[in-house]
């Protein structure tokens, strides 16, 4: 296993907000964490990233043991998270926005990755020079995965990246995050929009008030009458239209 | 790769828990049993000090009792406002000034005729100085006050009929009032002081409970959002500068009349930072902690003068410090610096901090490192923990939404909301060209389009954010353009915000409070003398803000930081404070964003109750499903300009939208 959790317990003050998870991601893996707001999915995603301190169990990456490592360092190793709300430095140019993105590396010649992220997004090479924060939310989700690819990243952490985003950019989105894992990053990826997440993964993890209640292949879970139930917007609706668009590229 | 070792964990700091407890059990208090314990400990000021020796009758007044005033005013300014302000001993410097010059030498007034002008100017100051400078926010308003702080020295300095280095000396003594006889014997000063300390908690308390002390708050929290619920942000700036000012002012005033002699050095830079040092070291915010952080920082340095072991203490820092100090004192701002830093270190939040701040550092734990969306995650879950399932999922029937809200809203006419050829362009940018829209009183109307086309580009032309470079936008027939936000707020227009933008660290209720504020019209002297007006709007306000906390489905979390409340009711509590406002039309601003199918049918419940009682909605989504379903007629933009307009179904099959943002075409629900 690439990255694992093994019964990790985070706390916010007396409230403990993962009552330990155990969760695994393998080397080429898409893994997706899916659940209602407040389960604990961007606290697993900010623990992994060591925003979040761990109050017990432990976190293997790689075979090394990373609880308690500073955030800094996991970029270093190979842990890096395109946060929820983007985070991009509104100050800064497209540009030098990616260049923060390899920021923690010692191999300085980031202009093969440079080509890699405008080839994956066309639209930042457009802006290249324009402040990230007078991009469009759109663009801003693409500078910020953009960003955290330039640090090359073993495992790729997404939180919520259709979050806010129009019908066509979200497909687009999901294409380009299967496209990244293609060429060889593993993802582990947490969203609201669980139909398209589970389409797109590998396996999936559901998680609920800080517990995970469900693992398994995502497929099997695309027709879990539970999982549709609470998630996919499944039973609710006689039509059962949804509004997600089918994905263009098949 | 080589190993990287894990960092060393910091210890836990020890944490300072006396006084917490404390403070809980006062809040327990009934009325009257705060009221026995208020009476029990001015009681004790009374009594106390009449038991010391002169000296320390002196130490009281000055500078224990004096920089107690001066922080109480700060307060409003740093505390309750949030506008750091480096120079505020010029307050203080205006007030004793005028004192000297209107009772010393032939000035001819008494002591007790100059208290009004002296208060008064200093006033004026705070006024003068304010009206430029508080457009200015943060590090620029504190470097322009510390300017200020110093310009009213050197003009002291500098000016003949100012007694320049020199001073104003023979100040008299104010005549003696109420069997206190002001002469060389300190106690009756102390009790002067005394009773304007009393007075300034009273005056400053009764604000805070008003609509005033509301604007404040949500200023402090959010200036932005502030303004376009309604409050007139400038001018409530402006007031705050005032009530600070005018404490300062008085401080002076009873300053000069005791001391008998002023001149520049009484006003050093080095006081504005000691009283600043006092309101932080005490609590930010926090009545109680700033008296108590005053009287450590007035009270230390003269205690540590009269230490006991002064020799053997002097010594041993004269051997830590390798200085040649004669005299304890001159380690005196040493050992006080030394124990702000402590201080700082191990609690931050001050000696008794208001509740806010305390929310605040908790939340400053590397949360905002990433640039996260402020603390939703960690208030969802922690909502979650304390007994309560997500977000509310049902929208109660029964509760409709109380008549008073839509009263306006029902008067509006048939074309409530119309934009006319609005361009908004930013340097070469064309956010928007040309869109002209006309939304109907009483319908739902949607506005989609790709990311960037400037859906929210309009929201902000709307509720005058931007000013549109061309083009009219009409409320009920009355322009829009060129009004400041807080008018358009007043005019009928609302909004919510894509990332929500609530008053964190103010509960549920009071973020309604100051959206209902809007409509409410007690002016600041009226809250200070609490007037019949005032006390009506009070109630009135209230009793809406709990219904309106009923019909969105959050009536049990009145009383919760609005930080803490997960992300669902969070959206819920950004819509009723829009709703509180008493608006005409509606602007929902992306409002099903990160909720999950569940979340999302709720929300549908709510927006069609909120159609249902008579409001006009705007909605921006990106949810189709949502917005489909919901919504009477819909607009969609791209790059600026209007592609489509109409009704859903006429939308979902046009080509252009297709085209430009569905991507595909979807069934009709």
């Known amino acids: ?250 | 790769m080589s190993r990287i070792p894990a960092l060393p964990k910091l210890p836990a700091l020890p944490r300072v828990s006396l006084v917490d407890p404390l403070t809980r059990r006062w809040e327990r208090l009934p009325w009257w049993g705060k009221a026995l314990v208020l009476l029990g400990v001015l009681a004790f000021a009374i009594w106390y000090p009449s038991t010391l020796e002169p000296k320390w009758q002196s130490v009281l007044f000055f500078p224990v009792g004096v920089y107690i005033l001066l922080a109480l005013g700060l307060n409003v300014v740093v505390g309750l406002t949030g506008m750091l302000d480096l120079g505020y001993v010029a307050f203080f410097a205006v007030g004793a000034y005028t004192t000297a010059k209107l009772t010393a030498e032939g000035g001819g007034l008494t002591a007790w005729e100059c208290i009004l002008l002296a208060v008064l100017l200093a006033m004026v100051a705070g006024v003068t100085l304010g009206g430029p400078t508080l457009r200015l926010r943060g590090d620029y308003l504190a470097i322009v006050t510390l300017g200020f702080g110093e310009i009213v020295r050197i003009v002291a300095q500098n000016t003949p009929s100012l007694g320049q280095a020199r001073g104003i000396t023979a100040i008299p003594h104010p005549s003696s009032l109420a069997g206190l006889d002001f002469g060389i014997d300190p106690l009756p000063y102390v009790y002067l002081v005394l009773a304007a300390i009393v007075l300034a908690i009273f005056l400053i308390a009764r604000l805070r409970r008003s609509r005033v002390g509301r604007s404040w708050a949500a200023i402090r929290e959010d200036e932005d959002a502030a303004e376009l619920m309604g409050v007139p942000t400038f001018k409530m700036k402006l007031w705050s500068f005032a009530v600070g000012a005018s404490t300062g002012g008085l401080g002076g005033w009873i300053y000069a009349s005791k001391v008998g002699f002023i001149n520049p050095d009484t006003f050093p830079l080095n006081l504005s930072f000691l009283v600043l040092a006092a309101v932080v070291l005490g609590g930010l915010g926090s009545t109680p902690g700033v008296i108590a952080g005053a009287f450590a920082v007035g009270f230390i340095p003269e205690y540590l003068r009269e230490f006991s072991g002064e020799e053997t203490v002097l010594e041993r820092l004269n051997s830590i410090t390798g200085g040649e100090a004669t005299d304890i004192n001159e380690y005196r701002f040493f050992l006080f610096g030394l124990a702000l830093i402590l201080m700082m270190i191990f609690r931050p939040q001050g000696l008794l901090p208001s509740r806010q701040r305390a929310a605040e550092l908790a939340e400053a734990t590397g949360e905002q490192a990433m640039g996260a969306v402020a603390g939703v995650d960690e208030a969802d879950v922690v909502a979650q923990h304390t007994g309560d399932r997500a977000a509310t999922l049902e929208v109660p029937d029964d509760v409709d939404l109380p008549d008073d809200f839509i009263a306006r809203a029902e008067e509006a006419q048939e074309e409530v909301l119309r934009l006319t050829d609005v361009t908004m362009q930013f340097g070469g940018v064309v956010a928007l060209n040309d869109v002209s829209l006309t939304v109907r009183r009483g319908e739902i109307f949607g506005i989609i389009g790709p990311n960037g086309a400037g859906k929210t580009t309009v929201f902000n032309c709307i509720t005058g954010v931007f000013r549109p470079t061309s083009g009219d936008i009409g409320l009920d027939g009355v322009s829009l353009v060129g009004k400041k936000p807080h008018h358009i707020t007043e005019a009928g227009v609302a909004r919510t915000f894509q990332n929500i933008r609530l008053f964190p660290n103010m509960t549920a209720i009071e973020n309604i409070l100051v959206g209902a504020d809007a409509r409410h019209t007690t002016s600041v002297p009226g809250a200070v003398v609490g007037s019949p007006k005032h006390g009506r709007e009070e109630r009135l306000g209230r009793a809406e803000a709990l219904r309106l906390l009923d019909f969105v489905g959050i009536g049990r979390r009145v009383d919760e930081a609005a930080r803490n409340l997960p992300y669902g009711d969070q959206r819920r509590l950004e819509i009723a404070r829009a709703i509180a406002t008493q608006p005409k039309v509606l602007l929902l601003d992306e409002p099903a964003a990160g909720f999950n199918p569940a979340e999302k049918q709720a929300l549908v419940a709510l927006i069609r109750q909120i159609c249902r009682a008579g409001l006009t909605v705007v909605l921006i989504e990106h949810d189709m499903e949502v917005v489909m379903e919901v919504c009477h007629r819909i607009a969609v933009l791209d790059f600026g300009e209007k592609i489509a307009e109409g009704l859903p179904e006429e939308i979902q099959s046009d080509e252009r939208v297709i085209r430009a943002y569905l991507g595909v075409e979807i069934d009709a629900p």
């Open chain 1, 1 to 250: 296993m690439l990255l694992e959790l093994d019964d990790v317990r985070v706390h916010y003050g007396q409230v403990e907000a993962l009552k330990g998870v155990s969760v695994s991601v393998d080397e080429g893996e898409i893994v997706t964490l899916i659940g209602a707001n407040g389960a604990g999915k961007t606290t697993t995603l900010k623990t992994i990233s060591g925003i979040r301190p761990v109050t017990s169990g432990r976190i293997m990456f790689d075979g090394i043991d990373i609880t308690g490592t500073a955030p800094h360092r996991l970029v270093e190793m190979g842990i890096c998270q395109a946060p929820e709300g983007r985070g991009i430095f509104p100050g800064m140019s497209v540009l030098e926005n990616l260049d923060m993105g390899a920021y923690a590396r010692r191999n300085k010649d980031t202009a093969s990755d440079l080509e890699r992220v405008f080839e994956l997004f066309p639209r930042l090479q457009e802006r290249r020079t324009q402040s990230g924060g007078t991009l469009s939310g759109g663009e801003q989700q693409m500078l910020a995965i953009g960003r955290a690819l330039m640090a090359r990243p073993k495992v790729l952490l997404l939180d919520e990246p259709s979050m806010g985003l129009a019908p066509m950019l979200v497909a687009q989105i999901f294409s380009i995050i299967t496209e990244i894992n293609v060429q060889g990053t593993t993802i582990l990826l947490v969203e609201q929009n669980a139909t398209q997440a589970l389409q797109r993964a590998h396996r999936a993890y559901v998680l609920e008030v800080g517990r995970v209640v469900k693992s398994s292949d995502a497929e099997s879970l695309l027709d879990d009458e539970d999982v549709k139930a609470a998630y996919l917007g499944g039973g609710r609706r006689s039509s059962g239209g949804s509004a997600a668009p089918s994905d263009p590229t098949g």
